[in-house]
């Protein structure tokens, strides 16, 4: 057990753009006495924000136990760490294994939530993941490989949903992807979006069909830090003239009363919003 008073912060450091961490993040980026980043998928350009006189280690090279021996080392000596990890440490952010061992140190750490790539590509693509009539719901995964996918979470059992995929860390395996999901529920003519290395100055943008995209992103010679977005969210058009009841003037809910067309007479009905 550590007795001091430094501390952890893992944090989401965005999908690239520095002007997309969250102000928390920034702070405490600036406030550390060390940093230390993924260095492979964070720019630089993030952790520029360290304080003068701080130590800032790309971690690229190291495992998990020379990490950790860095933040417990400072950590005995009262410092602040800042731990900086692609988009959100919540999805595929590896953090489960560093906090065990700062719990058993009995080491105070905190979690601050970064801009997800999904939504960070989202966002490029101009589009709403949740399309009503379409899709609510958005299932995120990632194709097995190296890593074993648990029962029921291989993509030919998640295809069957029909809604929209956002599937991480996989580009290298895009002819597989395709093959999957063809086999399972969707059709050829399905809309998908590669979003490359979003939110850097390389950003690339490769859109198709499930039938053209694999011979699209070879052509493109992409093979790491792409995103994968699959289902008709991925087209803003295709959603026709479905709109959200929200912002619908005929729709009441806690806050607003529904109108009839032309007349501005209220009329009641049932809602949440």
């Known amino acids: 057990m550590i007795d001091t ?9 965005g999908p690239g753009d520095p002007e997309l961490l969250t102000l928390k993040a920034k702070r405490i980026i600036e406030s550390a006495d060390v940093v230390i980043f993924a260095d492979s998928l964070v720019p630089p350009e993030v952790v520029e ?9 790309g971690s690229k090279e190291l495992n998990l136990d020379q990490i950790m021996d860095l933040e ?23 953090i489960l294994e560093q906090m ?27 589009c709403e993941l949740t399309v009503p009539e379409k899709s609510q719901t958005v299932i995120m995964t990632r194709m097995e490989g190296r890593v ?3 029962p029921g979470e291989q993509l030919k059992d998640l295809a069957a949903h029909g809604c ?31 979003v490359y290395r979003v939110g850097w100055p390389d950003q690339k943008v ?28 991925v087209d803003p058009e295709i959603g ?5 009841h929200l912002y619908s003037a005929d729709y009441t809910h806690r806050y607003r009363r529904a109108q009839k067309a032309g007349s501005g007479t209220q009329v009641s009905g049932n809602g949440k919003g």
């Open 5 to 13: 008073k430094g501390k952890v912060y893992i944090i989401g450091g």
């Open 100 to 126: 065990r061992i700062l719990k058993r140190e009995g080491v105070e750490f905190e979690i601050i939530p970064g801009v997800s790539t999904a939504f960070a590509a989202a966002a490029v693509l101009k």
């Open 72 to 94: 417990l080392a400072a950590v005995r000596e009262g410092k602040i760490v800042a731990r900086v990890q692609s988009g959100d440490p919540s999805i595929y952010g590896a």
């Open 240 to 244: 026709g003239g479905a709109v959200s």
């Open 164 to 194: 929209t995929l956002v599937i991480f860390l996989s580009i290298t395996r895009m002819t597989k992807i395709v093959r999957e999901l063809t086999s399972s529920g969707y059709t050829e003519d399905t809309p998908v979006a590669v």
């Open 206 to 233: 490769i859109r198709g069909t499930l039938k053209d995209i694999a011979d699209k992103v070879r052509a493109a010679k992409i093979t790491l830090q792409a995103l994968i977005i699959v289902g008709d969210a």
């Open 148 to 150: 074993d996918m648990p």
């Open 49 to 57: 924000f360290a304080k003068e006189g701080a130590q800032v280690i």
